[in-house]
C-alpha cells in the first residue's frame, strides 16, 4: 500500500488496491484488478454496448477500517454526468456508510460540480480520533479510472470485517438492477440488500441490455461459488417473445455450469401507468405468467432450486407512487423491493 504525504492539506493519499481495503462487488477483481463487472474481452465477444456498461461501477464497494479524523476521496471516472432523469450523485458519485455488517449507517455523499469528470470530496474532518468501520458505494452508471483515499497522515487503515462466507448473490437484470433511479449508490436495491445480508452482491444489471444474452450467461457461469444467481430481465425485451425465445437457453447455461445453485426468475415490477395503459398490464401478465409456467416446468422436469416471483409483489399497494418515470424505482421504490427480496432471499438462502 502505497502513500504520499501532502504538506498543504496535511493528509496522507493510498490506493485501495491493496490491503488492508477490501474491494467488493467486482467479480473479476482477483484476476484484472479492474473496476469492471464483466471480465475483459476481445471486441465482438459481447455486444459492444454491454462492453461499455460493464465499465459502470454498480455494486462496488470499497471497505476499510481507520482511526482517521479526516477521510477525503479523490476520483476520476470516464465522463461528467449527462443523465437527464438520474442524479448526478448517483452516476458519478460514492457514498459513505459508518459501521461494522449488520449496523452500516448512511453518513454522507460526494458532490461535486456537475460537468465534473473528476473531483475531490472530504466525507469528514476534525472528528474524533476512534476506530470507523467505513463502506463506499462506487458510482452507479459510470466508470472509474482512479480512487484514492486520503486521511490525516498519522491514522491507521485496518481490515474491515471480513464476509462471514465466500459465496456471492449475482443478480442480472436492467437498469432497474443496475441502480436506475436511485438518488446515490447506497440506495439501489443490491446495495440495500447487501447491508442486511452481509455477503458479497455481484450487480450486473445492463441499463437498457438485459436481453437473455448467452455470452452473460456464460460468464455468470464462471463466477465462482455463488449462492444464489437471481434473473430478472423481462422489461429490456421489447416483445414477449424476445423473452420467450431467450429464458431457457438463459436458465439451461446457467443450470449447466452450477447444478445445484438456486437460481430465482423474478418477472418486472408494474409500471406507473398501467392503471391506464391496459396494455402494458396485459403485456406484463403474459410475461409474468410465461416465466411462472417456464419455473414450473422446470420444477416438474426435477429442478428443485429453481424458484418463481412475481414483481408485481415487491412494491405492494403503492407501487404507483415508486417511479420516477413511471417505470424506473425511486429511493422508495428500490426501498420497497430490498424490502419484498429480504424474506424471499433469505429463505432461498437458507433452504426454506
Not at 257 to 267: G, N, Q, W
Amino acid at each position: 500500500m502505497n502513500g504520499s504525504n501532502s504538506a498543504a492539506e496535511a493528509l496522507r493519499w493510498h490506493s485501495p488496491a491493496g490491503a488492508p481495503f477490501q474491494i467488493s462487488g467486482f467479480a473479476w477483481w482477483g484476476a484484472e484488478r479492474k473496476y469492471r463487472r464483466l471480465p475483459t474481452v476481445e471486441t465482438g465477444v459481447i455486444r459492444d454496448i454491454l462492453d461499455e456498461l460493464a465499465d459502470n461501477t454498480s455494486g462496488g464497494q470499497l471497505r476499510f477500517a481507520t482511526d482517521a479524523t479526516r477521510l477525503v476521496i479523490k476520483a476520476k471516472l470516464f465522463a461528467p454526468n449527462t443523465a437527464e432523469h438520474v442524479t448526478a450523485t448517483a452516476v458519478n458519485g460514492f457514498d459513505c456508510y459508518l459501521g461494522k455488517p449488520g449496523a452500516q449507517l448512511y453518513y454522507g455523499t460526494t458532490r461535486f460540480a456537475h460537468d465534473a469528470a473528476e473531483y475531490e470530496y472530504v466525507f469528514f474532518d476534525n472528528l474524533q480520533p476512534e476506530m470507523r468501520y467505513v463502506t463506499l458505494n462506487f458510482p452507479l452508471f459510470q466508470g472509474v479510472r482512479d480512487v484514492q483515499i486520503g486521511m490525516n497522515a498519522e491514522a491507521g487503515i485496518f481490515e474491515f470485517p471480513a464476509y462471514p462466507t465466500q459465496r456471492k448473490v449475482v443478480l442480472y437484470g436492467t437498469s432497474i438492477t443496475q441502480g436506475g433511479c436511485a438518488s446515490r449508490p447506497g440506495m439501489s436495491f443490491t446495495n440495500i440488500l447487501s447491508r442486511r445480508f452481509d455477503m458479497e452482491f455481484i450487480n450486473l444489471g445492463f441499463s437498457g441490455n438485459g436481453k437473455g444474452d448467452p455470452e452473460i450467461a456464460r460468464m455468470i457461469g464462471d463466477i465462482e461459488d455463488p449462492a444464489l444467481i437471481v434473473v430478472d430481465y423481462d422489461a429490456n425485451n421489447v416483445h414477449a417473445d424476445d423473452l420467450i425465445r431467450t429464458m431457457p437457453e438463459f436458465l439451461r447455461i446457467l443450470r449447466g455450469k452450477h447444478a445445484e445453485v438456486p437460481i430465482l426468475v423474478i418477472s418486472r415490477i408494474p409500471y406507473g401507468y398501467e392503471h391506464t395503459n391496459t396494455a402494458s398490464y396485459e403485456d406484463r401478465v403474459v410475461r409474468r405468467d410465461y416465466q411462472s409456467e417456464l419455473v414450473a416446468s422446470l420444477r416438474r422436469q426435477g429442478d428443485r432450486f429453481i424458484h418463481f416471483h412475481d414483481g408485481a409483489d415487491l412494491l405492494g399497494e403503492i407501487w404507483n407512487e415508486c417511479t420516477v418515470d413511471g417505470v424506473h424505482p425511486t429511493d422508495l421504490g428500490h426501498m420497497r423491493i430490498a424490502d419484498g427480496l429480504t424474506p424471499l432471499l433469505r429463505g432461498i438462502l437458507q433452504g426454506d
